[in-house]
């Protein structure tokens, strides 16, 4: 069944495993791709070669219908999400890094600097007209 869902500005049929594919692959912060052969090993206990991969994947790509062993997976990683206790770590990934503070600092000194260069720039003229 296909779901009328905007894409690039247009309005196209996606299908409902696209998008809860596309919306667990976010969630986690990892490619399709990988969400696939993530899913693979929790159905079936073992993990699969990119090149075994390959034809599901491809196979999903062209029909836009994943296997049931990714629905599943799709649909355990949102609920999680909903619920508030999605952990990448349990599903054999890197938790997430945490953005630095440093480039928000510089921001904020970029401002403040460029605040303080146009004060001077307005002081200047107007003490030049008068």
Not at 30 to 38: A, S, W
Not at 70 to 99: K, M
Not at 106 to 118: C, N, P, S
């Amino acid at each position: 069944m296909a779901i009328l869902a905007p894409i690039g500005g247009f309005n196209a049929h996606v299908s409902r495993d696209v998008r809860a594919v596309t919306a667990a692959a976010s969630a986690l912060q990892v490619p399709e791709f990988l969400l696939f052969k993530l899913a693979y090993a929790r159905w079936f206990g073992r993990e699969v070669s990119d090149a075994a991969m390959e034809p599901t994947f491809m196979k999903y790509l062209f029909t836009e219908e994943a296997p049931v062993w990714v629905r599943h997976f799709a649909r355990e990683v949102l609920t999680l999400q909903d619920q508030g206790r999605l952990d990448r770590t349990g599903f054999g990934l890197p938790p997430r890094v945490r953005p630095s503070l440093a480039p928000d600092m510089v921001d904020r000194w970029g401002r403040l600097f460029l605040g303080l260069a146009w004060a001077l720039i307005v002081v200047v003229i107007a003490l030049a007209v008068l």
